[in-house]
């Protein structure tokens, strides 16, 4: 089968590799649309922070059971899913209070394991979130949106809330997405006027242009106080350093931006408005909270692809991100 592997930054190839085969326990899954996001690019260009090299990515992954291993129920044969790309230990603190998303070992296909951009994946059949009625196109885009959806539920959004969302891609898309079911007021933040457009379309009441003047603007649209959430999902010093600025007293931040590197931030900040600084990291049931938000109709995520490529266009597209990261905001490989 072919997969796509990251050989080195700046490096990307379709690469042969022997079909896997499902163990007990496992489907076999033709593998039929993977999603790329941020995380991908940043590992093509080097800059992720949990990527050792070469590296086969895919995470963002949704196809068809076409194998089972044994002791997997037969009803599975057949079936659309979308996966959980997670894997973790069970044993350490994380996984001991019930938050495997947090596991101090936890491996994503993709980024600290091979991935599923490959043409056939064994996947636990534990992993898999099926939905009779969504399109598979629809299913790729599950993961990045419960990315999104965890940071909502660790800030503990609800009605009261006027929350901004800083960064409005693939997670961001998932957080406005999220804090709007829950009823709250939701900010976009972003540089992409495309991004902005997206986030009113998934009901975001206002955006706000990233740039020098943001924080004004921010303050503005919240009568001087501020959001009372803050979701940081870009990674980067500015935006981080923005979210403790605008924070409302007693306010919370989910931070979700991965970066490596140090962020200097202003910490009396913290003290001075006793703000709750939580860690938000990848997913848990939120998978099927998703699956279940888009059977709904209430939110067709499509809208945010704007790129579609056939799996041996894939290496160029990375390139082509790389090279005009503007142009570019969620890509779908058709495998
Ligand atoms: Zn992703
Ligand atoms: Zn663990």
Request: glycine residues 12%; contains cysteine.
């Amino acid at each position: 089968m072919r997969a796509l592997s990251i050989d080195r930054p700046g490096h990307a190839r379709l690469v042969d590799r022997s079909d896997p085969a499902p163990l007990a326990g496992e489907v076999l899954l033709e593998v039929v649309y993977a999603g790329l996001c941020g995380t991908d690019l940043s590992t093509f260009l080097g800059k992720n922070p949990n990527v050792e090299y070469p590296r086969i990515i895919g995470h963002e992954i949704a196809g068809r059971v076409v194998g089972l291993g044994g002791g997997v129920e037969s009803r599975w044969m057949g079936a659309q899913v979308a996966v959980s790309p997670y894997k973790n230990c069970g044993t350490c603190a994380a996984c001991r209070l019930g938050r495997p998303n947090a596991c101090a070992s936890n491996e994503t296909l993709g980024v600290q394991r091979d991935g599923a951009l490959a043409e056939l994946a064994a996947v636990p059949v534990e992993r898999l979130v099926p939905s009779t009625v969504l399109p598979l196109d629809v299913l790729a885009l599950v993961e990045p949106f419960s990315i999104g959806m965890h940071a909502v539920r660790r800030a503990e959004v609800s009605a009261a809330d006027t929350v901004l969302v800083i960064g409005c891609g693939g997670v961001g898309a998932g957080a406005i997405a999220a804090a709007v079911s829950a009823g709250s007021r939701v900010i976009g933040l972003d540089v992409e006027p495309r991004k902005l457009d997206e986030a009113r379309r998934l009901g975001a009441s206002a955006v706000v242009s990233g740039g020098a003047d943001a924080a004004e603007q921010v303050r503005a649209l919240t009568a001087g106080e501020g959001p009372s959430v803050v979701i940081e999902a870009v990674g980067s010093t500015a935006t981080y350093r923005l979210a403790l600025d605008v924070v409302a007293p007693c306010g919370r931040i989910a931070c979700v931006g991965w970066l490596k590197g140090d962020v200097p931030l202003e910490a009396r900040l913290i003290v001075l408005k006793e703000v709750a600084i939580l860690g938000s990291r990848n997913a848990t049931d939120e998978l099927k909270a998703v699956v279940a938000m888009f059977e709904s109709g209430r939110v067709d995520p499509r809208s945010l692809v704007t790129h579609r490529v056939p799996l041996e266009d894939a290496p160029a597209m990375l390139q082509r991100w790389a090279d005009a990261p503007g142009e570019v905001g969620k890509v779908l490989v058709e495998v």
